[in-house]
């Protein structure tokens, strides 16, 4: 089974730091574009993050621009999600996806594509902000 696994979760005070990791299972990641989904309690699953797979031209939801940081290690084949200034807000489920087609940043309205256009899911990793 093809999918991808995240790992790094749990509960960090307001102010901390956190990393996820996304790793895929049965596939190279290097030739997919990565972006990263939040899903807050009672809310819509939203792009936060994306990487294409050129490596080049990140791009970051407004609520987290300054705050994270994508990255990729193609020789370790793994994604990454480095958060810093961690908030109350930043609660949620985080998911990493990747898709062949080039999708980052392509439309200015759309920058993270539809959920639909992706090939792949991970199956969440809870993170928990609280004092």
């Known amino acids: 089974q093809l999918d991808l696994v995240e790992s790094g979760g749990g509960l960090v005070q307001p102010g901390g730091s956190l990393t996820l990791s996304c790793a895929p299972s049965?596939?190279?990641?290097?030739?997919?574009?990565i972006t990263w989904f939040r899903q807050a309690p009672g809310k819509e699953r939203e792009g936060i993050a994306c990487?294409?797979?050129?490596?080049?031209?990140?791009s970051y939801a407004d609520s987290v621009r300054g705050r994270f940081t994508i990255s990729r290690d193609n020789a370790k084949n793994m994604a990454f999600l480095q958060m810093h200034s961690l908030k109350i807000e930043d609660t949620g489920t985080y998911f990493c996806?990747?898709?062949?087609?080039?999708?980052?940043?392509?439309?200015?309205?759309?920058?993270?594509?539809?959920?639909?256009?992706?090939?792949?899911w991970g199956q969440g990793a809870q993170v928990t902000v609280a004092s």
């Open positions: 990487l294409p797979r050129s490596g080049l031209g990140t």
């Open positions: 996806a990747a898709v062949f087609k080039n999708l980052c940043n392509v439309d200015p309205e759309n920058v993270f594509g539809a959920l639909g256009d992706y090939d792949f």
């Open positions: 049965g596939f190279s990641l290097d030739i997919y574009g």
